[in-house]
């Protein structure tokens, strides 16, 4: 809990991506303590558990700003091979956003951090949410670096609302550039300053090139003993 009524939460969104099951094993060291047999479905409900306890725990009009961290963006949008993309890996994630919203509503301004995608992006989002106003958010993707960028799709797209039956979305700004987010917690609504990291160096070494270059230096090791 920061000044101003400003609660940051980190949450682990890669339960709700479509690769779940790679992280799976992950889970064995963090949760040996407190989940046994987990599953999918057991580990979504006991992070929600600990969102909510959180919630409640500040939840007597002392929450102003809800700032969410996570890693995969709620909607994101690229170039991949040369077309333009919609990243919708966590659907799933919703689920809880709605969750936060039932307890909340439109008392607090809404915001998510996230990576992922490897550009800076920001923009707005519409939860649409059954029987109740949308859910708005202001989303900011921050790619950190480590490998090459992604392409912006046209400059055309920014302001333009996109739909979905889940949400919609507007792109208010896009730059192929990598950097971090500086949250400004001055006023009574955060604000948030992208801070670029210069690139440099060659591209990033992959697995196969790692195991190429390493080949390699065994067969020198080999000749030079003969």
Known sequence: ???????????DTSMYSVDVEEYLP??????????SNYTVETL?????SLIIKTITKYNDGDIK???????????????KDGKDTRINDII???NVLKEIYSRLMDD?????????????????????????????????????GGTELDKCIAESNIGVEIENERLTYTMTGCQERCGFLECIN???????????IPIKGGKRKTRK???RKSRKRKSKRKSKKH
């Open 1 to 11: 809990m920061l000044e101003n009524g400003t609660l940051i939460i980190m949450i």
């Open 26 to 35: 992950c889970y064995n060291f963090f949760l040996q303590e407190t989940l």
């Open 44 to 48: 979504r409900e006991y992070q929600l």
């Open 65 to 79: 700003n809800l700032i969410l961290v996570g890693h995969h963006p709620i909607i994101g949008l690229k170039i």
């Open 92 to 94: 799933e994630f919703d």
């Open 108 to 144: 607090v301004n809404y915001f998510y951090l996230c990576a992922d995608v490897h550009l800076y992006q920001e923009g707005n989002i519409f939860i649409k949410i059954d029987k109740m106003p949308k859910m708005k958010i202001q989303q900011y993707i921050v790619g950190t």
């Open 186 to 196: 001055t006023s009574s609504i955060p604000s948030f300053l992208f801070n670029e």
């Open 209 to 211: 090139t790692r195991k």
